[in-house]
């Protein structure tokens, strides 16, 4: 800004007297304060610039129209003819913090929330409002905005005349009469639930009551058609019972049957391990020199086959070696065909590969005669050829083999007959432990339905016990609730009605709870009255001429619980009570006789009260305690004009939501606010005096001794003195 400005020169001075100019330019100052009271004349006498160099602005109370409108405003929010919803009474319970603290408006202005109201097309004038709202909505809304209206006026000339008669001060402010619609709401919202619930309730009964007895026809017709069902379960239950019985002797009959061919089957078995371990144990004897032979033949290279070829006259023994070798492979028994069949590349395999099981009885003939030659030894063949030496091995291992195979192979031939035996043997077993199965399922079956069947018999019979008791109950019980129906019939009639009257004695409570608090009996007793023919003449539906505060918010039993705990009788004493409880602003209590101190700590006892004095220096500690910890607090001793510091957000009960937090500023801290934290504030004073900043902070009560309670209790002494002074005396 300064860059851009061409006419300031360079330099801090300058620059400086421009930021000076510029914020006298620009700066606004607004010093608002009460003319209660000496501080604002102090003020002005020591400070003569606050009139000098100031425009003063005097706000004066806000007019009729006004008020109007605002009412006006704010009760569309309100479905005043069907009775409020929780959704539809919602958005009013934030307008007090909407219109904050203000309590007059200009002189020659009109306020701002009704400026507001204007903006959005709602006029004061009779044709003029409930735009967009039925017939019935608008009139509804006037009525009940006019009443309010007439209930702030009345209350303004009865607080001049308090003043005039009992020097006592009362002030009436704008923000009461939002507090009014505040409160009326929150009234209007808690009766509805109370009564709808109520009202559901007791129709539910009936409605219950009313399916108890069609269940009871029910249960009669049910009663007479459980019998038939019972006689044909048992019969049906004979007949499976003595089918389950067949199906046993039938599986045991097969089981039997499958025991014998079992063991048949193991006694086969046991032949065939026999006979096959003796096979096996006869080859055992002659494989090892076979693999020896086998191993001998793998050990032969291509030279030592070269060497026996090379032979044109071979040696006597190697001659008789590969003659025992043609006549296995069943070819010429001369030399020349012994050098062919060592010429061929697959000598060795041949050998090696030999179909031992098939040699025919000329070939072992033959071979025999080769082997029974004593000089044809491995170690005799091996000093002519060491090739020689291992075919030899081979020869040798071959007759021993067929010998030894022609004693194993009849041996082998049981076994394979055996175990074709075993076989079809063991076709056969499976086949009728299949059917052993099957049968045994059957039975499983029967049994299972059998089971099942006594299950819904006995079902059947619980059942039908069971419905005669509770037939017999559920008559008794009817008969019993006959006369309990026709009286929630009335309550649920006498609950409708409470409902079509809330709407009116919702306004009443709410107008008695805001306004008349400060007030003693007397002057109630004239501003009630006047409020019901208001509301008569408006034609708002009302409890009239038997309107009790007490009716309205409170039942008969919570207030014998606040007489037990020492809340005095009288009617004066009970409006307090509900005042103190029921407001939108914490109670700040005027008991010189120390009866509401007394009432409060009674109360609270159970929720850990925490009492401490106006005057104690801890006191903010303490508050702040309490607070977190959700107990209720007493202060006491208040002074005179003016509250307790530091605890303008607590008075408010305005808590800030936060990231899931709810705290309150209390000094200069936020505290943790716990929603069961409730307040109770007291003064001894007989006739305090306090501005208006604490008439729209706190409800002021007169909690002092009325002529009625006095009289009252001087009754009591003399009764409780009389029976004393009637009573016989023991002797001593």
């Not at 204007?118 to 009443?147: C, H, N, P, W, Y």
């Not at 070798?325 to 012994?338: F, G, H, M, R």
């Not at 209720?632 to 937090?661: C, H, V």
Request: proline share 5%; hydrophobic share 40%.
């Amino acid at each position: 800004w300064l860059a851009a400005q061409s006419d300031v020169p360079e330099g801090r001075q300058y620059a400086w007297e421009a930021f000076i100019g510029r914020a006298r330019q620009h700066m606004h100052v607004v010093f608002a304060t009460s003319p209660a009271g000496d501080a604002f004349r102090t003020r002005c006498r020591q400070f003569p610039s606050l009139v000098n160099c100031t425009t003063i602005d005097w706000y004066s109370p806000w007019p009729a129209e006004a008020l109007l409108d605002v009412g006006i405003r704010f009760l569309e929010l309100l479905n005043l003819e069907n009775l409020p919803s929780a959704a539809a009474v919602a958005p009013l319970l934030d307008f007090k913090a909407a219109a904050g603290g203000s309590s007059a408006t200009t002189k020659p202005g009109t306020p701002p929330v009704v400026q507001q109201a204007a903006a959005s097309g709602l006029q004061a004038t009779e044709g003029a409002d409930g735009v967009g709202l039925s017939a019935g909505q608008t009139t509804i809304v006037r009525r009940v905005a006019k009443f309010c209206v007439e209930a702030h006026k009345s209350v303004e000339a009865a607080a001049a005349q308090y003043v005039k008669k009992l020097r006592r001060h009362c002030y009436i402010t704008p923000k009461l009469y939002l507090d009014l619609l505040h409160q009326y709401a929150e009234l209007l919202n808690t009766a509805r639930t109370k009564l709808g619930d109520d009202r559901r309730r007791l129709l539910e009964g009936i409605g219950k009551l009313a399916d108890t007895n069609a269940t009871l026809a029910s249960m009669e017709a049910q009663l007479g058609g459980l019998q038939p069902l019972l006689l044909e379960k048992t019969a049906s239950l004979k007949t499976l019972a003595e089918r389950v019985k067949h199906e046993q002797d039938e599986a045991e009959r097969v089981a039997a049957i499958v025991g014998a061919d079992e063991t048949a089957v193991a006694a086969r078995t046991a032949e065939c391990s026999k006979l096959k371990e003796e096979a096996l144990a006869d080859l055992a004897a002659v494989l090892p020199a076979l693999d020896a032979a086998i191993a001998a033949l793998d050990s032969l290279d291509k030279a030592d086959i070269v060497e026996m070829k090379t032979f044109i006259k071979p040696p006597a023994l190697v001659q008789l070696t590969m003659e025992g070798v043609c006549i296995l492979l069943q070819e010429k028994t001369d030399w020349d065909s012994a050098k062919r069949i060592l010429s061929d590349t697959k000598f060795i395999q041949r050998l090696i590969e030999y179909d031992k099981d098939n040699i025919t009885e000329r070939v072992r003939k033959e071979l025999a005669r080769v082997v029974a030659d004593p000089s044809f030894t491995p170690d005799q063949v091996g000093k002519q050829s060491k090739a020689a030496m291992s075919i030899c091995l081979w020869v040798r291992a071959m007759d021993t083999y067929t010998t030894v195979y022609r004693v194993v192979e009849p041996k082998r031939k049981a076994l394979a007959a055996a175990q074709a035996a075993l076989d079809a043997s063991n076709v056969n077993l499976h086949g009728k432990r299949a059917e052993l199965r099957a049968t045994r399922d059957k039975v499983a079956a029967a049994q299972q339905q059998l089971a099942d069947t006594h299950k819904g018999l006995a079902s059947l019979q619980c059942q039908a016990e069971l419905c005669n008791r509770r037939f017999g109950r559920a008559g008794k019980l009817t008969t019993l609730l006959n006369d309990e129906l026709g009286r929630w019939g009335k309550g649920a009639e006498d609950l409708e009605t409470e409902l079509e009257l809330l709407v009116g004695n919702a306004l009443m409570a709410a107008a008695v709870v805001n306004y008349l608090g400060p007030f003693p009996g007397p002057y109630r007793a004239e501003l009630i009255p006047q409020w019901l023919k208001c509301c008569q003449d408006l034609n708002i539906p009302l409890t009239i001429p038997n309107f009790s505060l007490s009716s309205v918010l409170s039942s008969p039993i919570e207030l014998l619980e606040w007489n037990c705990q020492g809340l005095p009788t009288d009617s004066h004493s009970i409006d307090n009570s509900l005042i103190a409880t029921r407001g939108v602003r914490w109670p700040l209590m005027i008991d010189p006789q120390d009866q509401a101190s007394r009432w409060v700590r009674a109360k609270e006892a159970k929720g850990n009260l925490v009492i401490v004095r106006a005057s104690d220096p801890a006191l903010l500690q303490h508050v702040e305690a309490a607070i977190r910890l959700g107990h209720p607090l007493l202060l006491e001793q208040l002074g005179d004009w003016t509250l307790p510091s530091g605890m303008d957000d607590l008075f408010g009960k305005q808590p800030d939501k936060q990231a899931g937090r709810c705290t309150v500023r209390l000094g200069d801290a936020d505290v943790d606010y716990d929603s069961n934290f409730r307040l109770y504030m007291v003064t001894h004073l007989v006739n305090p005096h306090y501005l208006p900043e604490a008439f729209i902070r706190v409800n002021l009560i007169d909690f002092a001794v009325t002529r009625v309670l006095r009289s009252s209790c001087l009754l009591n002494w003399c009764e409780l003195s009389a029976l004393s002074l009637r009573s016989p005396v023991s002797p001593s």
